[in-house]
């Protein structure tokens, strides 16, 4: 399995900010992912980071809202820009390791005021 | 469409009172189901996977078996300890985006002492 260290563990912030999560793995991983967990809603992937590449993102999810960094093996940042309330949010990143599985960071709750 | 829905959506047990939870999918070519268990404000915790129908892994009082549609997750003489939401999903086949994992909306578990 992998370790994984998500920052900062909350937040609470003004709408039309943005905030920059952090996502740090203890070992070098090929897929890394970031989710949404809505209040009262299970996971959705919100892109795959890429390593020396842009992000993929799924339907509904776009690069100036959700932009994404994937400078190394063991990092990868999501920026959530131009908050609202909306995006009051659990957001969570995980990694593939062996077999397909995967192992989700302790997440990042935001509340967007 | 890819699909997952978890049943039911809220379980309460006295302890020692075994139950099943279950997950149909609706996927074409799995490539694995996932079970995770996720406790309030936290990530999702690596439970099982499951790759062939007939499968069945085990891990102390859980036990998880595969059909062509549906997954079970047993939960033998439960304690109190192990309530918690218990999520399903399945991996998309290598054809789409490699390793997104499709949730479903979940099992919440209370285990009455």
Redesign the interface.
């Known amino acids: 399995?992998a370790v994984?260290s998500q920052k900062p563990s909350r937040d609470i912030c003004q709408r039309g900010t943005s905030l920059t999560i952090q996502c740090q793995v203890d070992s070098q991983v090929t897929?890394m992912?970031w989710y949404r967990q809505q209040p009262g809603?299970?996971?959705?992937?919100i892109a795959?980071a890429n390593q020396g590449s842009e992000a993929?993102y799924?339907s509904g999810f776009v690069i100036d809202k959700f932009p994404i960094s994937r400078p190394n093996l063991t990092f990868s940042t999501l920026t959530v820009s131009n908050m609202s309330p909306e995006d009051s949010s659990i957001y969570?990143c995980?990694v593939?390791a062996t077999?397909?599985?995967?192992?989700?960071?302790?997440?990042t709750?935001l509340l967007v005021l | 469409e890819d699909q997952v829905t978890q049943s039911p959506e809220a379980l309460r047990l006295q302890e020692g009172e075994s139950s099943s939870l279950n997950c149909s999918y609706t996927v074409s070519g799995l490539r694995g189901l996932f079970w995770y268990r996720q406790d309030p404000g936290k990530g999702p915790e690596f439970l099982f996977t499951l790759y062939s129908a007939g499968e069945e892994k085990e891990k102390e009082r859980l036990k998880a078996t595969l059909t062509k549609k549906e997954s079970f997750l047993h939960i033998t003489a439960p304690k109190p300890e192990d309530s918690a939401t218990y999520l399903c999903a399945v991996q998309a086949p290598l054809s789409s985006n490699t390793g997104k994992l499709i949730f479903g909306q979940g099992t919440t578990l209370q285990v009455k002492p």
Not at chain 1, 41 to 45: F, P, V
Not at chain 1, 99 to 107: L, R
């Open positions: 399995s994984i897929m992912f809603q299970s996971l959705t992937l795959t993929t799924e969570l995980s593939e077999a397909g599985t995967q192992y989700f960071g302790p997440g709750r």
